[in-house]
């Protein structure tokens, strides 16, 4: 089940795609209402890269938004 309280704590995080694999990039850690907040002012593109770890699942912004 999917955590959607709003102020639930969360990691915001931007997973790039390199050569070498990749790497991810913490944004934030907050409530989950901060971060869909910084979420949506970033970039389309950043957009597409971004994910969001609760406690218990891990999921693409795009697909949370998209609920």
């Given at each position: 089940?999917?955590?959607?309280?709003?102020?639930?704590?969360?990691?915001?995080?931007?997973?790039?795609?390199s050569?070498?694999?990749?790497?991810?990039?913490?944004?934030?850690?907050?409530?989950?209402a901060?971060a869909?907040?910084?979420?949506?002012?970033?970039?389309?593109?950043?957009?597409?890269g971004?994910w969001?770890?609760?406690?218990?699942?891990?999921?693409?912004?795009?697909?949370?938004?998209?609920e």
């Amino acid at each position: 089940m999917r955590t959607t309280q709003a102020d639930s704590t969360v990691r915001l995080y931007y997973l790039a795609d390199s050569a070498d694999g990749g790497r991810a990039e913490t944004l934030m850690y907050g409530a989950l209402a901060d971060a869909l907040a910084l979420a949506a002012r970033q970039d389309v593109a950043v957009q597409d890269g971004l994910w969001i770890a609760t406690a218990n699942d891990v999921v693409a912004y795009r697909d949370l938004v998209a609920e």
